[in-house]
């Protein structure tokens, strides 16, 4: 599991502060370890060559310039001073009495005296004070090592601060700058109206579950300007082709009007035929102003949808016969199947018959000669499910996705000349979905369509 952003920042603040520590106490560990193994055999060797001196001077030591004589070349080898004394603090020999005043200094911390005990004799004890005159000398450089050691350590730790600074300000700024940028770019590129920008971030944490948020929204905004602007190009083409569909027939009647009028018509056969004329025009333009009428109500949320309880099987026996007769008339054979019980759906049979009428419409339109409606209960998904067959010319496959689009029309031209305004089955699809169904179409060129759709039992 990815860390969260939260719990990153924290990892970075305290590293910073723990490991240069950590990096500082362990180097003063191995340093004062080297000073302390070191220091302690130099001193051994100091304490070993005083005793020794000591003892082999002893007997000239009532001179004590003969003895100062004798041991200076120890006393300026380490750049030391010598107090010797007995246990009873009776003073035997003070080197500083012999030495130069420039030598003898006084050091700011007097951490080199040591006192040695010496026996030049049987059963008597001296007491040697050693001193250092400086921190350059063995064994007495210990403070100045260990203010290297010190030095070092301290290096050694802000050496490793500011690496890590480095390192965890490089890696906030590839996880969390550099994506803020990206997001500050994108938002300018989708004010200016590109869309194509998304943002690339593979955590899951906080900016990332954002920066989803923000793809999410900008593909969005994408789908919602294409599809915006897709159903405005639909417009505009819906408003030269309705403009050029009224103009059609409007001409047709004019003409066979004027012909009525000046008298072309000879005899009742042929005005007969003009009147015939006359009327299909009229009922091409009156389906022409529903189609529209109905879908500026549709578009404004307006279209009303009146459900009434209906028994299934009454409702659609009686809607069914009523096709049956008028499509008979017109050579076309319509056959039908209820296999449902009395069970009652709440529609709007007014609505529910004008989906009826636009579907077996366009099948007629579109050279169908037989229709087989089937209607069945699923109980599975407790609805009524309606399937309208026919064997008309079918549906282009590149068509079928966008045939609910409304002003869609497969075969402008094709669709034109046969009355279409594109309209009727967005009508249908708005009335199916008014009652919590859905619809879908097969097609097949040559052989014909089949329309599914739903209505959901009580």
Not at 314 to 320: H, K
Not at 387 to 402: H, S, T, W
């Amino acid at each position: 599991m990815k860390s969260s952003l939260k719990s990153r920042l924290i990892v970075a603040f305290l590293s910073i502060i723990i490991v240069p520590l950590l990096t500082v106490f362990i180097s003063l560990y191995i340093g004062s370890v080297y000073l302390e193994r070191g220091g302690e055999d130099e001193l051994d060797t100091l304490f070993t060559e005083v005793k020794q001196e000591i003892i082999t001077n002893e007997p000239v030591l009532p001179d004590t310039e003969l003895f100062y004589t004798n041991i200076k070349p120890l006393l300026e080898r380490y750049d030391i001073n010598m107090v010797i004394s007995t246990e009873s603090d009776v003073l035997l020999f003070d080197s500083k009495m012999y030495s130069p005043a420039d030598n003898m200094r006084e050091l700011p911390i007097n951490i080199n005296a040591f006192e040695v005990k010496v026996q030049p004799k049987v059963n008597e004890v001296w007491i040697a004070e050693i001193e250092a005159n400086s921190y350059d000398r063995e064994p007495f450089n210990v403070l100045r090592n260990i203010l290297y050691v010190l030095f070092i350590s301290v290096g050694f730790g802000i050496l490793v601060m500011l690496i890590l600074i480095v390192v965890w300000t490089w890696y906030i700024s590839r996880t969390i700058l550099l994506p803020l940028k990206n997001i500050y770019q994108a938002t300018e590129e989708m004010r200016e109206g590109n869309m194509d920008f998304p943002i690339h971030y593979k955590r899951r944490d906080e900016l990332g579950r954002f920066i989803e948020g923000f793809n999410l929204m900008r593909q969005n905004l994408k789908d919602s300007f294409i599809k915006q602007r897709q159903y405005e190009d639909a417009r505009k083409e819906l408003i030269a082709s309705i403009s050029h569909d009224l103009r059609t027939p409007l001409s047709s009647i004019k003409g066979y009007v004027e012909g009525l009028r000046d008298g072309i018509v000879q005899n009742e056969e042929m005005k007969s035929r003009y009147l015939k004329v006359i009327h299909e025009k009229t009922d091409h333009l009156d389906k022409l102003i529903e189609d529209l009428f109905m879908y500026s109500k549709m578009e404004a949320e307006k279209l009303p949808i009146n459900k009434e309880l209906v028994r299934t099987g009454e409702c659609f026996e009686e809607l069914f016969e009523k096709y049956q007769f008028d499509l008979k008339n017109r050579g076309i054979n319509m056959s039908y199947t209820l296999q449902v019980t009395s069970a009652e759906i709440l529609i709007d049979p007014i609505r529910i018959e004008q989906v009826f009428s636009n579907l077996i419409e366009n099948a007629v339109r579109y050279g169908s000669d037989e229709i087989i409606i089937e209607v069945q209960e699923d109980p599975i998904i407790n609805s009524v499910v309606i399937r309208v067959k026919d064997n008309g010319q079918g549906i282009e496959p590149k068509d079928l996705a966008y045939i609910f689009n409304p002003f869609y029309r497969g075969e402008k031209s094709r669709s034109t000349k046969l009355g279409s305004s594109g309209l009727g089955l967005s009508i249908v699809k708005y009335i199916i979905n008014a009652h919590d169904g859905n619809i879908s179409v097969k097609s097949e060129i040559g052989k014909g369509s089949v329309f599914v759709f739903t209505i959901g039992l009580l």
